[in-house]
């Protein structure tokens, strides 16, 4: 891979954002970070990349994001959308507030910034957009109502967005992770789960790179299930 090659990671401040920051950082990119929380620019700092303190619910954040990296790089060849967490209640008792938060949380946090950088990624002829998505977005639980509901969404869009930008080498793939120890930890959830224990952010991670990899060229429109056999497809 050439060393010039430009990952930006959003909401990547912590957890598997965070993870797959270090990860694509050990693997040769340059990373910008955006995090809502002032943990991106530290950790952006510790991996010689750019960090910006701001909201993937702002287009003037992610503008400033995706400006810092071209005018530093010059490129961006890697966009991992990450996310915060949405509001949770029993399905009829959420609010239309809280319908249109997790729409801001779990779908929007995806469309904002492609708007910013598949643009750039034509100009190279060259790009893949990774989003960590959630395991139950073909199976939903009544557990995380606004993710599985817009991450559902989430995957219509990446199909229509693949058949829209694939001939110009712009790939786009969600990532979906089942229970992982960015998350608490509780025996019942991990006695759900086939191979008897939480995922690794590392393991979220490294599937991510791969998606960024030349090894992935011909992969785009998909949804990978990292989750120890939780859900299966039919």
């Given at each position: 891979?050439?060393?010039?090659?430009?990952?930006?990671?959003?909401?990547?401040?912590?957890?598997?954002?965070?993870?797959?920051?270090?990860?694509?950082?050990?693997?040769?990119f340059?990373?910008?970070?955006?995090?809502?929380?002032?943990?991106?620019?530290?950790?952006?700092?510790?991996l010689?990349?750019?960090?910006?303190?701001?909201?993937?619910?702002?287009?003037d954040?992610?503008?400033?994001?995706?400006?810092?990296?071209?005018?530093?790089?010059?490129?961006?060849?890697?966009?991992?959308?990450?996310?915060?967490?949405?509001?949770?209640?029993?399905?009829?008792?959420?609010?239309?507030?809280?319908?249109?938060?997790?729409?801001?949380?779990y779908l929007?946090?995806?469309?904002?910034?492609?708007?910013f950088?598949?643009?750039?990624m034509q100009?190279?002829?060259?790009?893949?957009?990774?989003?960590i998505?959630?395991?139950?977005?073909?199976?939903?639980?009544?557990?995380?109502?606004?993710?599985?509901?817009?991450?559902?969404?989430?995957?219509?869009?990446?199909k229509?967005?693949?058949d829209?930008?694939?001939?110009?080498?712009?790939?786009?793939?969600?990532?979906?992770?089942?229970?992982?120890?960015?998350?608490?930890?509780?025996?019942?959830?991990?006695?759900?789960?086939?191979?008897?224990r939480?995922?690794?952010?590392?393991?979220?991670?490294?599937t991510?790179?791969?998606?960024?990899?030349?090894?992935?060229?011909?992969?785009?429109?998909?949804?990978?299930?990292?989750?120890?056999?939780?859900?299966?497809?039919?």
């Amino acid at each position: 891979m050439a060393e010039h090659k430009v990952a930006l990671v959003t909401a990547g401040g912590s957890g598997m954002g965070a993870a797959a920051a270090r990860r694509l950082a050990a693997d040769g990119f340059h990373v910008a970070i955006l995090s809502s929380s002032g943990k991106g620019e530290a950790l952006a700092g510790e991996l010689r990349g750019l960090g910006i303190t701001g909201s993937n619910k702002s287009n003037d954040d992610l503008k400033r994001v995706v400006d810092g990296a071209m005018n530093r790089w010059g490129r961006i060849d890697v966009l991992v959308n990450s996310a915060g967490h949405g509001p949770r209640a029993p399905i009829l008792e959420l609010t239309d507030e809280q319908w249109h938060t997790g729409m801001d949380t779990y779908l929007l946090n995806v469309i904002r910034p492609a708007r910013f950088v598949t643009p750039i990624m034509q100009a190279q002829k060259n790009g893949a957009i990774i989003n960590i998505s959630t395991a139950w977005t073909f199976e939903p639980s009544a557990m995380f109502p606004t993710s599985a509901v817009f991450r559902a969404g989430l995957a219509a869009f990446t199909k229509i967005f693949t058949d829209t930008y694939a001939a110009d080498n712009v790939r786009m793939n969600n990532v979906l992770p089942g229970w992982i120890d960015s998350l608490p930890a509780t025996e019942e959830r991990r006695q759900t789960v086939p191979m008897r224990r939480y995922g690794k952010s590392e393991e979220i991670a490294a599937t991510i790179a791969f998606l960024a990899s030349e090894g992935a060229a011909y992969i785009t429109g998909q949804n990978i299930r990292v989750d120890g056999g939780l859900t299966r497809s039919v």
